[in-house]
């Protein structure tokens, strides 16, 4: 089992830029492919970004192609998510998960608890 630490998360204005970081610890936590969703209030959580286990390969949704980037350092366990361009609609939490590649969530098994970010306009 991988355990999951979100950081980074808070207020940022539109047009700003905030980075996310996804600290993983446990057994293997370096060989899972990493995605990131989020979930505003009153909506179903959404896939933002992943990234698979050596960092070649990464996939984003529409609505953040772009703009967002998705970035690995394995010696540090970590998977980063730097947002740019930020708009209000990028307001929600987001949640880093650990799992197989692929951009539903059942493709990951683990899930941190989140972070918010709010984008003020």
């Known amino acids: 089992q991988v355990q999951l630490v979100e950081s980074g998360g808070g207020l940022a204005q539109a047009g700003g830029s905030l980075r996310l970081s996804c600290a993983a610890s446990g057994r293997l936590a370096g060989l899972y492919a990493v995605g990131w969703f989020r979930q505003a209030p009153g909506k179903d959580r959404e896939f933002v970004a992943t990234i698979n286990w050596t960092g070649t390969s990464t996939y984003y949704s529409e609505s953040v192609k772009g703009r967002f980037t998705i970035s690995r350092d394995n010696a540090k366990n970590t998977v980063y998510l730097q947002m740019t361009s930020l708009k209000p609609e990028d307001t929600a939490v987001y949640y880093c998960?650990?799992?197989?590649?692929?951009?539903?969530?059942?493709?990951?098994?683990?899930w941190g608890q989140g972070t918010q970010v709010t984008v003020s306009s």
């Open positions: 998960a650990a799992g197989r590649f692929g951009y539903t969530a059942t493709d990951f098994s683990s």
